[in-house]
Structure formats: C-alpha cells, structure tokens
C-alpha cells in the first residue's frame, strides 16, 4: 500500500481493569465509563453493593504497558445554586453536579520484548499537529514510528523523543539520489544530519513499494550513494533500505514455494546483495487483509485475522496457524532463494481497515487483527520458518487519512481523528463528561473488541491532558430501541 503515496503476543489474561465506587457510603457510586462485559470484580467496595459498580476488564491487546487498577473515587457535593430539572451549573461540566475525582493510579510498565512500531501518514486534513502526535506516539507504549518523507515540522517534533525514526525517500526523488553522491550528500545534508544526534534513525528507506515499476531502477543505485555519504561522513547507526509489497512475489502458497516474479528478481537479486554487504535489512508490507479480500471464498476470516481458534496448514513440517505467518514466511523463502539466507526481513506495513469494504471492515475486525497482531509480535516465538527471529514490525496506520482514495484506503488509521471539540479542550483544566453516540451503543454493546476501538479512539488520544471526568452511555435512551 502507498502512503502518498502509502496496506504481539502477549499474555491473554493481562487486563486493564477499571473500577468504579464512591468514597462516601451514602452516595450511589456513579458511573465514569461503560462495557458489554461489565462483572464484578469480588472487590471490597466501600460500602458500594456491587450492583452499583461498573467493572470492566479489557484485555491487554491495544498497548504495551499493563494498567493494573485505576480506582475512581468520585464525591458528590452538593450544588446550593443548582435547581432540581435546570440544566444550570457553576462548573462547565456536561453534567448536573459538581465533582472532585481523585485518581489512584498504580502502573506496570512492561518493555515489550518485541518492541512494535507504527506508521505516521500525513494524507489527511483533521491530523493532530506533529507534537501532539508523537506524545500520543510514546503515550500509547509504541516504540518506533515510520515516515513516508522527511517532512521538517514532523522530524522536528521527533526530536528527544527517544522514538526510533524510519526515515522515506519520497519515490520522486529516487532518480535525482541515484545520480551521483553530491545529490545523496545534499538530501542527507538537509534531511537528516540537521536533526542528529537528538533524532534517532534507524533506516532510510528509498522509497515505498517502487518494485517492479518505473522508479525501480534507481533503488540500488540511490541506496549505494546513501551509503557512500554515510561511510564517507562517518555516521553509523543509521541502515539504508528500501521498502516492497506483495507485488515482487509469487507462488505464495506453500510459503515454501514462493519465489520472485520474473520482472521483480534482477533487481531484487541486487539489492538483496546491497543489504547483506551492508547488514540492512528488507522491509516488507504484509496485509493478510488484501490477500482475504482477493479471494474470501478460500481463506477463511479468522486465518487470516490471526484469530487463536482458526484452522491451519502444514507446509512439510511446518505448521501455519495465520495468515500473517504464512505470508511472512513465504517472503523469507523467497529472499532465501535469491542469495539472501540470514538476511533480516522486517515487516514495514501491517493492519486491517475499519471501514471500506462491507462486513469483513469493521472497527471489530480491524481492533481484532490489530490486537491479534501486537500479542503475535511481542510475545513470540517467531514464525514457523523462522522461530528464533524477533523482526522489527510497524502497524498501519496511526490515524485515518482523509485525502487518500475513497474506500479502505482512508481507513487504516488505529485512531480517528475527528473528535475536534476534545482537541479544543486540551489543557482547558475543565472536566468532562464525554458522551457516546446513541447509535454507537450496539456496536459498543456486542463486544469488548468494539469497546476498546471506541475508547483508544476517543479517550486515550486525550489524556492526561483532558480531565474526562464521566463516559456516558449515551442519552435518554431508556426506555427505547438502544435501552
């Protein structure tokens, strides 16, 4: 997939569980956030019966970090100005009362072994700035986060992040950094020495899914005078790469008979040869989703939304129990076979639309395949092929992009980024009650999935830095049709 261009595991029983009870016996204990799975926790409640708490335990499937109990503890006092029915209060609250919430928050952080990064498009017209960004970038536990192109606001924000930075050539520029080092020197001049050592690079990548095409010719060549720069200026660290799509493959199943197409093996032949002189790796995008969407009536959905319960196949002695492995593998198999045995192959785009292309695109297939992906990545063991490699992995994308091609192409994005009234009020100090859209409830209602996409879209990009006070699950819709 092009970007303008631009398409884990983890222990199953970790779980964020968010309780909420009243300090003050004699009050109700009010509730600050809604789930399909509410249950009690068998919990002392403060004198709160536990028909009166909302428990609810999500999965660690979303981020890195374990929150292991996050207690509300909500006083109600007591509005004297505020009459019984008005809708007047003296804090701009969007609710009838004043309150004081008090959170005790006690926090694991756990470093994921296989640390998963994230794509940053920027095709859209409602992105937050850069800085807000990266800080919801490093807030949601990812440790790397890739570039389509060497935009100055965006490197500018990254720096002292301590986020690892996959740095694109825009394609266009593929055939001027090919022509000689003096070009090369001039883009890193500009692109990339400016922002050292406080910008960490790991890859510069020529390039995103220029093979086979017009462009392809000027990959190796582009690559070669990168390096040149770099051996000459002395600056390490840094490993040039280019970025392919499934088009360079074939033969994919058995992942053992893949090999390159006819049109993609000379080249990829020397740049394979490139990368193991240089000791680069190859970054590939896997998307299970295209592979399903060609052909659904011979992959099943919960193959290839990794799902744990999907039936398999054995390639030899190799057993595949998702798609993602499968593909995974069948790229290894073919790098193998054109010179490329111990050669590093990373995954540089992954993921699942929301929306798009009817059932099989949905905020619950998407969080599912996302989820299923993070617990596959960071937990191990490697693919079938390759058990003991940890490859780096970059999910796609951060946010929806509003200016690609109508369809599935706009929605990648892990967060939606339409909430502009929750961007006006950051670092306001007002308290919120955020409210969910009557029509959202039976989609929030059918699954714990469905919940966990509602809140990391429209919660966790905004705090700390908005106190949300109440998720409110919806409006007068008892008695009714969404009761």
């Not at 403060?46 to 909302?54: K, L, T």
């Not at 883009?187 to 922002?195: Q, V």
């Not at 993921?351 to 395949?369: I, M």
Request: aromatic share 10%.
């Amino acid at each position: 997939m092009t970007d303008g261009e631009a398409p884990g595991r983890t222990a199953g029983d970790e779980h964020i569980d968010v309780s909420v009870r009243t300090g003050l016996p004699r009050f109700p204990c009010v509730v600050a956030a809604t789930s399909a799975a509410a249950s009690d926790a068998g919990e002392n409640w403060g004198g709160c019966s536990p028909e009166n708490v909302i428990v609810f335990h999500l999965g660690y499937k979303t981020f890195p970090f374990v929150l292991r109990r996050f207690y509300i503890y909500i006083y109600i006092i007591e509005n004297k100005g505020h009459k019984e029915g008005s809708m007047e209060s003296s804090t701009i609250i969007l609710n009838f009362m004043f309150v004081l919430m008090v959170a005790v928050l006690q926090v694991t952080i756990a470093a994921p072994p296989r640390p998963t990064g994230i794509n940053y498009g920027l095709l859209g017209d409602n992105l937050p700035t850069p800085t807000d960004a990266v800080a919801l970038v490093k807030r949601c536990g990812m440790s790397k986060v890739r570039l389509f192109e060497p935009k100055p606001e965006v490197l500018q924000a990254l720096r002292g992040s301590g986020l690892g930075v996959s740095l694109g050539i825009r394609n266009e520029d593929l055939s001027t950094l090919a022509s000689s080092t003096d070009a090369a020197r001039t883009w890193l001049t500009t692109n990339y020495y400016p922002y050292i050592p406080d910008l960490n690079v790991l890859y510069i990548t020529a390039g995103n899914e220029v093979i086979p095409g017009s462009n392809a010719q000027y990959v190796v060549p582009a690559l070669k005078n990168i390096q040149a720069v770099l051996t000459q200026d002395k600056k390490t660290g840094v490993l040039p790469t280019t970025v392919v799509s499934g088009a360079v493959f074939q033969d994919t199943y058995p992942p053992s008979g893949a090999t390159f197409t006819s049109e993609a093996l000379p080249i990829m032949t020397d740049l394979i040869a490139f990368l193991k002189g240089v000791g680069g790796p190859l970054l590939v995008n896997i998307y299970p989703y295209f592979a399903y969407a060609a052909n659904p009536s011979a992959i099943s959905l919960d193959f290839a939304l990794l799902q744990p319960n999907a039936t398999g196949f054995m390639d030899g002695s190799l057993k595949y129990t998702n798609l993602f492995d499968a593909m995974y593998d069948a790229a290894v198999w073919a790098v193998e076979k054109a010179g490329g045995e111990g050669l590093n192959v990373y995954v540089s785009e992954t993921g699942w639309p929301s929306g798009g292309n009817g059932a099989c695109t949905t905020p619950d297939t998407a969080a599912a395949y996302v989820n299923n992906f993070y617990k596959l990545n960071m937990n191990g063991p490697g693919s079938p092929k390759r058990p003991d490699a940890s490859p780096d992995a970059y999910v796609f994308a951060l946010f929806n992009e509003n200016q690609k091609p109508a369809g599935v192409e706009q929605n990648f994005g892990a967060l939606r980024t339409q909430n502009r009234s929750l961007q006006a009020l950051r670092g306001s100090s007002l308290g919120v009650s955020l409210d969910i859209r009557n029509e959202d409830l039976s989609t929030i209602a059918s699954s714990t999935d469905a919940a966990r996409t509602w809140l990391t879209t429209n919660y966790c990009p905004f705090i700390p830095d908005i106190s949300i006070l109440y998720i409110t699950a919806r409006n007068e819709v008892i008695p009714g049709s969404n009761a």
